[in-house]
């Protein structure tokens, strides 16, 4: 029986290899993504504990214009710095889609070569088959006409 050997079995181990590559850039972007969504969580915190700290320092019976207003400059930079982080995490979200998208689009082609691969098989299998029927069907036909001649002839 021979063996089978699928002729396009290069161009899938490349699809193979590209899709986990793929995988990898996506769990990258997913990675980056997360990071900035932590330094968003992270800001988010700061920024409660400085208006919890502009609350405090007016509520003091000496109040303290100097530290009020430095208190305020802060929680300006703060939101400033989120806004900037809130548009990182944006990039790193449509980043993330697109590597989704291209991971995606690698998973289909890769799928694609293997119902090929498959239906490639599916043919071979028939021929063997059809092949071995044929071997069994001369042999048949040799072993009928080996007995034929061997038999004598009866004459009445």
Known sequence: MAKFRYRMQNILNIKEKLEMQAKNEFAAANMELLEEQERLSVMLQENAALQEEGRKLRQKESLSIR?????????SL?????????????????????????????????K??????????????????????????QLTSYTLSLIHISEPTRHA
Do not use: P, Y
């Open 67 to 75: 530290d009020i207003a430095d208190n305020s400059l802060s929680v």
């Open 78 to 110: 703060m939101k400033e710095k989120m806004k900037r982080q809130a548009l990182a995490i944006h990039r790193a979200e449509q980043k993330v889609e697109e590597k989704r998208k291209a991971m995606t689009d690698l998973m289909q082609e890769r």
């Open 112 to 137: 694609t070569q293997e119902v090929l691969r498959d239906k490639a098989f599916e043919v071979f299998q028939q021929e063997e088959k059809a092949e071995e029927g044929k071997q069994i069907d």
